[in-house]
């Protein structure tokens, strides 16, 4: 699999690396830290989405305006959602988070809202939308824009939306899912969704993961889509089919850590 490391010893390094990055000392510099300001399950999925959702940039500023949204919506993202005024939305008409504007902050509380009343939330529509023989979440990642994106909207925001039945690569969907499903005896990912499999996880895949992953031989397609996250996930399996994410902290350890 790699001209310097045969299939074991890969393995083998991998777990390593994963054993050393998966670890609470993980979390706060992470945007997985938001959630984890949380203990209701429905606090931690909406400000996990919404942290995913940013989640680009510089970790420091990211995190930031994290912190800023959670305090508008008064350290209760659930209450916010479900109670919040027309009033109360437009407060986030100033925020900015890069191409995240006060515009599409207004329309994912309204989505969200939307979501948690007409769909019982987050989970359902990915338990409702993940066939038995479904291998992955590309169908209820695909659903999620859908619904996402039925009330009225603006154009400019679906791009925050990710769908990999369009080819895209789903990084932060992707990372978002591996908080709420995986089982993690570390403390990082929650493992708050319990019967969607983490066997079913993609790797999240950046800038980062993806040069590492084509250093150690574990990706071979030179673009970054969901045809690429397929593959490194595929090649995952094959160490670890039950969890193939855990090696995404390997591969982010040894991208931005080490600079492998």
């Not at 890969?10 to 830290?33: G, H, M, W």
């Not at 708050?192 to 993806?210: E, F, K, Q």
Request: proline content about 3%.
């Amino acid at each position: 699999m790699n001209k310097y490391l045969h299939a074991g010893e890969l393995k083998e390094f991998l777990e390593e690396k994963t054993r050393q990055y998966n670890t609470v000392a993980f979390i706060d510099s992470d945007p997985v830290s938001v959630p984890h300001r949380f203990s209701k399950k429905e606090d931690i999925e909406i400000s996990g989405f919404l942290a995913a959702t940013i989640a680009w940039g510089q970790r420091a500023t990211i995190l930031n305006n994290m912190k800023r949204m959670m305090t508008m919506m008064d350290d209760a993202p659930h209450d916010f959602i479900i109670s919040s005024s027309k009033k109360e939305v437009e407060r986030f008409s100033v925020f900015v988070h890069r191409t995240f504007n006060g515009t599409d902050c207004m329309y994912f509380m309204t989505a969200l809202k939307h979501i948690y009343k007409k769909h019982r939330g987050l989970e359902n529509i990915f338990t409702s939308h993940t066939a038995p023989d479904h291998t992955d979440f590309s169908h209820a990642m695909h659903t999620l824009k859908k619904i996402f994106f039925s009330l009225p909207h603006p154009a400019r925001t679906q791009k925050h939306i990710a769908d990999p039945l369009s080819n895209s690569s789903a990084k932060r969907i992707n990372m978002f899912l591996r908080w709420m499903v995986r089982k993690d005896n570390t403390g990082v990912d929650f493992g708050l969704w319990n019967h969607l499999g983490s066997y079913r996880l993609s790797c999240p895949l950046d800038i980062h993961s993806a040069r590492v992953a084509r250093k150690l031989g574990l990706l071979q397609r030179t673009q970054n889509d969901w045809k690429a996250v397929c593959e490194l996930t595929l090649n995952l399996r094959k160490f670890d089919a039950a969890d193939p994410v855990k090696y995404d902290f390997a591969l982010f350890g040894l991208g931005v850590n080490e600079k492998f």
